[in-house]
């Protein structure tokens, strides 16, 4: 029972693997750009199962043939189940609960969304104006609170991980998490009750 291929094997299995592969994009409806990705999602597989392939049962051509194809079919169930999560909408397709009472006129998907909320709303993004107007807001009063020097500490803690903020930050630990209980004193004094 081999637990890696060879060269040779892996170069015999490349036709089996493009063909598979195109079968995934057709079954999945991908775009022919996610080829690559298929195809190393497939031999992924193939390897954490080539532990029970038996020579004896079949050839190695057969046992992915096989990995590949079950693989490839839960790709495009997953590909299917991520499509119908993004609600895919044409704007210009009529809304079937959008007619008015005593009318005839339907609505659009365009003409229903709020053009202030954007096509954020659609895909799920928050466009709650009254939160963003209360955060902005919060950041005029904590702008004049903080120190100066740490402006770039608060930037980067923002943008990436503490520890990587920290190590951006070019200081000790120490005294990087000393700044930053001072900074969350300050806010506090201000009347700003910190996130954490």
Known sequence: MPTS????ALHRLRPILRRESRRTLRLARLPGHDREDVEQEMVLDLLARLSSFDPERGSLEAFATVCFRHRGYRLA???QRDRQRQHLTAFDEVDAGSSDAGGDETLTLAEILPE??????WWGQPTDAVAALERRIDLDRAAPVIDPRDRSLCAELSAIAPSAAIAAAGTSRATAYRRIAEMRLRLFAAGIATAA
């Open 5 to 8: 291929l060879t060269l040779t």
């Open 77 to 79: 169930q997953q590909a």
């Open 116 to 121: 202030a909320a954007g096509l954020g709303a």
